[in-house]
């Protein structure tokens, strides 16, 4: 079953919803990173380990979303949310009581299952609730996700740094009721299954907008600028706060205010990226939030902890913006395989992140945290190779009645 939900207007309500469950998953993925501190002085964990954690968890959230976007292609259902959400709330319950590295493990194991499967699902269904506009629906899809993430580090500033790692589980108790808010995401998604089923529906038959060799010229290319983001962004999120204590000798609270700062950053530039695009092209974009970025990459291993700040506030704005552009940018060249290229890209973010944060992690115990942000520095020079991406826009669609 291919693309079963119509071209009719946007549906804000429905976008808001999806942009919600995805700040509620990414609040509560983001409290795995935010806890690293806590979890290396309980467990007496090494930077290795921390990176194997991540490794851990990048791959459950990451090797399995393409399959699950396949799957999402072909058996269109509106619980997969539901059980997505559960398997987070699961996950985080054991969190809070692990007291073995084998446990968190587990732990993480069952929240990164949850992320690869809300992930494509949600990017999904925001493609099919877009009304045409796709770069502003996942603008929105991904701002809630970027919100979320930022607002798990300040959560467990405020609530598990103080108080210890049992505190997670409050967490795990919200995860279970953002269960509420995908009950409208539920019914509509039901309708219009149904309608589909009842042949009442107008479905989607998509073209491929260029050749098949040009196409997948293309999608390589969109591999390296995902490279370079999220190996880069692995480095900030997974090794900040560390940074940051090692460097400047702050506390572990206060190294989280930063990480919060960084994170609402790029949170408010994903705003950007999908609208602009929509309006003067996705390559334009893709360009300047990646290569872009690069000016102020160099300067930031040389800066003191004021212009430390500033240069990640400008860094996360910046770059936030790519991901929207290339993911909407992959969906129209494969516009009838959307759950496998949201599945695809998301997993493939988040699985060279988690590979990055090992290597990283061993560098970080190997040559110094610092060391790790003077290479780094380089990855977004990569935002050259955007120079061969056509600049066709690739929307081209073609409807019938079922």
Known sequence: ????????????RIL?????????????????SAVYPILKDNLLLSFTQIGLITLVYQICASVFQPFFGLLFDKKPSPWYLI???ISTAIGLSFLAYANSISWVFVSVAFVGLGSSIIHP?????????????????????????????????LLAALIIAPYGQKYILGFAVLAFLSVMPKISIFKWYRNWLERFNTGKNRTVV???????????LSLCILLVLIFSKYVYMASLNS???????????????????????????????????????????????????????????????????????????????????????????????????????????FGLAFGIAGIAAAILGN??????????????AYLPLLGIVTAFLPNAKLNKRREKKS
């Open 363 to 376: 560098i970080a115990d190997a040559k110094g945290i610092e060391y790790v942000y003077k290479i780094c």
């Open 121 to 153: 699902e949600a990017s999904r269904l925001t493609h099919f609730a877009s009304g045409g506009k796709h770069g502003f629906a996942q603008s929105i899809f991904q701002v809630g996700g970027n919100l979320g993430s930022s607002l798990g580090p």
């Open 1 to 12: 079953m291919k693309n079963v939900i119509p071209t009719n207007s946007m549906t804000l």
């Open 83 to 85: 059980i997505g959400t």
């Open 16 to 32: 808001f919803a999806l942009s919600l469950t995805h700040l509620f998953n990414d609040a509560f993925q983001s409290v795995i």
């Open 239 to 345: 090794f900040y706060t560390f940074y940051l204590i090692e460097k400047f000798n702050i506390s572990i609270q206060q190294s989280q205010y930063y990480l919060f700062a960084f994170l609402f950053a790029v949170a408010l530039g994903t705003l950007i990226g999908g609208p602009v695009g929509d309006r003067f092209g996705r390559k334009y974009v893709i360009w300047i939030s990646i290569l872009g970025t690069a000016p102020f990459s160099l300067m930031l291993p040389y800066a003191n902890l004021f212009w430390t700040c500033i240069l990640t506030i400008i860094i996360g704005f910046i770059l936030s913006s790519a991901f929207s552009a290339i993911l909407v940018y992959a969906q129209e060249l494969l516009p009838q395989k959307v759950g496998l290229i949201s599945g695809l890209f």
């Open 206 to 216: 998509a073209e491929n907008p260029m050749p098949r060799s040009r196409i997948i």
